[in-house]
């Protein structure tokens, strides 16, 4: 079975007053790894900078903080916040300053050899701000498929044209 990452939808709800806005993202991945493996990849200091960040803060409980520091561009791109849900092996949900609340949930499938992960990320911000995300979360979590595949991200070639054509494409629905 091959990773098969479900276009992100979204939704928006009235504006805040605080910045626009509230923005819903919405993902579902069919990974073919087990949980164990999927988790160390998303709730790990070890498994997150193959695909998303370096995680110089991770307390792994409820009400932990957490530092992610982006590695795609600026080295200043570090955004601390606190893990707002814990659930070993199937909920991690970081809420950080600059994404918001980014839910992972991860379910067995496949007789346990695959899993499931449904991905909510919540935040205030415009539509320009949903569609750069919705785009960057999307090329984050092809990333994922291939470091759960033993290719973890070489940042050093990262570009942002991947990132540009899915942009493009959700800017088109």
Not at 12 to 22: A, F, N, V
Not at 58 to 72: C, D, I, K, Q
Not at 90 to 115: M, N, Q, S
Request: glycine share 10%.
């Amino acid at each position: 079975m091959n990773a098969r990452i479900g276009q992100g939808t979204s939704r928006t709800e009235g504006s805040t007053g605080t910045g626009g806005p509230t923005q819903h993202l919405h993902y579902e991945l069919h990974l073919p790894h087990p949980v164990e493996k999927v988790w160390a990849a998303v709730a790990s200091p070890e498994g997150l900078p193959g695909w998303l960040a370096a995680a110089d803060v991770l307390e792994p409980r409820l009400g932990g903080a957490v530092t992610l520091r982006w590695l795609n561009g600026d080295e200043a791109a570090s955004h601390s916040g606190h893990i707002t849900a814990w659930d070993l092996e199937h909920v991690a949900e970081y809420t950080i300053d600059l994404h918001g609340r980014c839910r992972f949930h991860l379910e067995p499938a496949d007789a346990k050899t695959g899993t499931t992960v449904r991905f909510t990320n919540e935040f205030t911000g415009d539509d320009e701000l949903r569609l750069d995300c919705l785009a960057g979360w999307h090329n984050h979590f092809e990333f994922l498929a291939d470091a759960l595949d033993g290719h973890p991200k070489d940042w050093s070639t990262w570009s942002l044209d991947r990132w540009r054509e899915l942009r493009e494409q959700y800017a088109q629905g």
